[in-house]
């Protein structure tokens, strides 16, 4: 069964707010957007307004689904590992703070640490800090160990198929 969670980039200026995963948890040491699973009765919206309160204090504002992304281990099966609703975020309420889920920093938006993120995220964090729309398919080898393929499409949010 798919698992269902989300990412929300939250933007102040030119900067976007990062989670650095802490030990121990899945993306450990690993700079993302803060996100989690959906749980049961929530939609994606509610899933990423919730993780993002928990993971830096803040209540977020002006919502805006930009992507769906679509994860496999490799063996490419029909329905996905997981699927990832991507959110952007261009309001905020309060100071962020970090917690046990980890560290959190802004970054600018130019100069994104690509490096120290998941390997996919080269594909289309561009896209999602732009507001442009995208479905994205990753093939990763083993336990997400390797980023083996991918595949990115811009396209109207409407069209994505979850």
């Known amino acids: 069964m798919t698992i269902q969670a989300t990412l929300c980039f939250i933007l102040r200026d030119d900067k976007v707010l990062l989670l650095k995963k802490s030990k121990g948890l899945f993306g450990q040491d690993k700079w993302n957007a803060p996100g989690g699973k959906i749980l049961p009765r929530e939609d ?5 307004v919730r993780e993002v309160r928990e993971e830096t204090q803040l209540a977020i504002e002006d919502l ?24 952007l975020s261009r309001g905020f309420d309060g100071i962020p703070v970090s917690g046990r889920e980890g560290q ?8 994104l640490p690509l ?5 996919d995220d080269r594909y289309w964090s561009h896209l999602a800090l732009q507001g442009r729309r995208f479905e994205g398919w990753f093939y990763y080898s083993g336990d997400f160990e390797k980023l083996v393929d991918c595949s990115v499409e811009e396209k109207p949010l409407a069209s994505v198929k979850v």
């Not at 959190?104 to 130019?110: D, G, L, P, S």
């Open 64 to 87: 805006e689904q930009t992507g769906i992304l679509h994860f496999y281990k490799y063996d490419r099966r029909e329905s996905p590992d997981w699927t990832v609703h991507v959110f």
């Open 115 to 119: 490096e120290e993120m998941w390997e």
């Open 44 to 48: 994606a919206e509610q899933c990423a």
């Open 104 to 111: 959190i920093k802004w970054f600018n938006v130019n100069s």
